[in-house]
């Protein structure tokens, strides 16, 4: 749960709310005195199953817990993220000052360290290093200074000693990730020694750890900066921040296994390709890339982990290793493609070659095998499958049980059918015959299971739209953000109409949840039919407000018919239908009965404010 919901669901919107302006019970909602502007007849209600409040009065200002803060207190949303963080109890890490600082430093000595390898490669002491690294990896001058790569010297506290001298202390170093402890007392010594040095940086290219390869080979031969505060291997993929642009305009990233097989291809003009942190690809991974581009292509080397490439793909992706956990891996897979929206795929490349030594070797053998990427779950079958036809029904039988699961994870009925007739042609056997082999002993209802997340409001999926197809933002460019109920919300529109590419970049509590709704699965849609739903969801939000606004009048109404009783209320209405507007405390009831009759021709009214 991310800070924004939590402090949703911590905060009672009607008792914050309450303290700054008496409510009382009205229907399902409560009623009270606007706080923002002057009046004597209730006007402002709190709506708390859907967590808004709206004035249908004068300032006719609306929305939820975070922009009743930014309007009471003039502050933006930010702002009234600290304040009611505080009130709920809720950390938001980013900004505390004293831990923003920490990390700061921590990144700051990260980045001199980088500094300090880079120096050093290019001293005489590198030149080893340099030769490896033009020699054997085949970088040129432009990649080397584009990736800073460096080289860490042979010797225990050459780094260490470099940044005590710049002012960092040890236990800075030691939180940074460049330092190990040893179990014996003895003093910190640096991690990295005798190794290439290759930087780590976030998606904003902040450098947070250190990866390492040594040049003979000695083991381990790939050495990378423990977990630390700046460093989370589940979330980082190495290149990220300079694949972005390539990545967006490609609308596909490849993911590999090293950070070497990024370095070939980047030089290689093949510049949408990142890797894993010696991870599998998780859901975050997977939301990272999705705020960039639908489709996911895993590039592996089948022989690298061994003979088994269905394992090997596995483990890249869930890290599973026999046939049950392959049909985790592609259930999961499956999942994740739902829930993300992504389409995953897997590349298969020649035996033997990872993607650093295709490219050099058959650059266009890499753009084929990418091209000709299949979905994961036909990958992994296909893989447990092999290439040779069983020699007797025995093997007919075991063959088709070992793929039993993975068949039965796979979700979509079509998709299924489709390896089940593609396996049987394989086999010479029937597909009815896989189809009843594979079928689960017993059949009964299954209860579906709960979705995490609520099904989507117009305004979400008005917001999913429009961060999905940014070419509609000349059309919206002078709607107003208070379109939207919600503090979030209106400023993901916001950061939308004035940069599209940025706005969902998970830098805050808006950008990740901009990510969320991006990652939302919607029908493919041309620009000009995303303009349509785009305009029946502005109806729908319009249309719900006004009934919203409709059944609050029709309760200050009927309280009123109780209080001056049906024929004083009906002698009112007929006033205010001749245009008699009475003067005094009757004056706003006489208002409120001509606003009901005209919010409910508004609704059936055909022609919108959109058609005019």
Request: net charge negative; with cysteine; hydrophobic share 40%.
């Amino acid at each position: 749960m991310d800070a924004v919901e939590a402090i949703k669901r911590r905060v009672d919107l009607v008792g914050y709310i309450g303290r700054f302006t008496q409510l009382q019970r009205a229907g399902r909602g409560f009623r009270g005195l606007c706080p923002f502007h002057a009046e004597k007849t209730p006007s402002f209600y709190v709506f708390p199953e859907r967590g808004t409040w709206r004035c249908f009065g004068a300032c006719g200002e609306g929305g939820d817990i975070f922009t009743f803060v930014q309007k009471r207190d003039n502050v933006d949303f930010r702002g009234a993220l600290r304040t009611l963080a505080e009130e709920a109890g809720v950390q938001l890490f980013e900004d505390d000052p004293k831990r923003r600082a920490h990390l700061d430093r921590l990144a700051a000595i990260v980045s001199a360290a980088v500094g300090y390898y880079e120096r050093k490669l290019a001293e005489a002491e590198g030149e080893e290093a340099s030769a490896y690294l033009r020699e054997a990896r085949g970088l040129t001058h432009e990649t080397i200074r584009a990736w800073h790569l460096g080289w860490a010297p042979a010797g225990w506290h050459n780094l260490r000693d470099f940044l005590l001298n710049r002012g960092y202390t040890v236990e800075d170093m030691m939180a940074a990730g460049l330092l190990v402890e040893p179990d014996d007392g003895r003093e910190p010594y640096d991690r990295f020694r005798g190794r290439v040095i290759v930087p780590i940086a976030n998606e904003r290219g902040e450098f947070i750890a250190l990866g390492g390869r040594t040049l003979h080979n000695e083991e381990p031969k790939y050495l990378n900066s423990p977990q630390t505060e700046l460093f989370d291997k589940g979330r980082t993929l190495f290149g990220l921040h300079l694949a972005r642009d390539a990545i967006r305009n490609a609308g596909e990233v490849v993911v590999v296994e090293g950070y070497m097989d990024v370095l070939g291809p980047w030089q290689a003009g093949f510049r949408n390709v990142v890797a894993t942190m010696g991870t599998s690809l998780t859901q975050e991974h997977a939301r990272l890339l999705r705020g960039f581009a639908p489709r996911i292509v895993l590039a592996l080397d089948p022989d690298t982990a061994g003979a088994n490439a269905a394992e090997r793909a596995g483990s890249l992706v869930l890290g599973v290793q026999t046939e049950e956990q392959a049909a985790l891996a592609v259930r999961q897979a499956d999942e994740m493609a739902s829930s993300v929206d992504i389409d995953l795929r897997v590349a298969r490349l020649p035996s033997g070659k990872d993607p650093d030594e295709l490219i050099r070797e058959d650059p266009e053998a890499w753009r084929g095998a990418i091209e000709a990427a299949v979905p994961f779950a036909e990958f992994l079958i296909f893989r447990l499958l092999g290439t040779d036809r069983p020699a007797s029904p025995l093997e007919v039988r075991h063959t088709v049980d070992r793929l039993r699961p993975v068949l039965l994870s796979v979700r979509d009925p079509v998709e299924r059918s489709l390896y089940i007739q593609r396996v049987a042609r394989h086999l010479g056997v029937s597909e009815e015959s896989i189809a009843e082999r594979i079928r689960p002993a017993r059949t009964r209802p299954v209860r579906q299971a709960k979705r995490g997340a609520d099904p989507l409001t117009p305004e979400e999926v008005l917001l999913a739209l429009l961060l999905r197809h940014p070419a509609l933002r000349a059309a919206y460019r002078n709607y107003p953000a208070t379109l939207f109920g919600g503090a979030v919300e209106r400023e993901i529109f916001r950061r939308w109409l004035a940069d599209p590419a940025s706005a969902t970049e998970p830098l805050d509590e808006v950008g990740r949840r901009a990510q969320q709704l991006l990652s939302y699965r919607l029908p493919p849609l041309s620009d000009p039919e995303a303009r349509r739903a785009a305009d029946e969801k502005i109806r729908s939000i319009l249309q719900d407000r006004i009934r919203l606004h409709l059944k609050a009048r029709a309760e200050t109404l009927s309280e009123a018919e109780h209080e001056l009783g049906p024929e004083r209320l009906a002698e009112l209405a007929f006033a205010a239908w001749r245009g008699e507007v009475p003067s005094g405390p009757e004056r706003e009831l006489a208002e409120a009965i001509i606003e009901e009759l005209e919010l409910g021709l508004s609704i059936h009214r055909k022609e919108s404010w959109l058609a005019r």
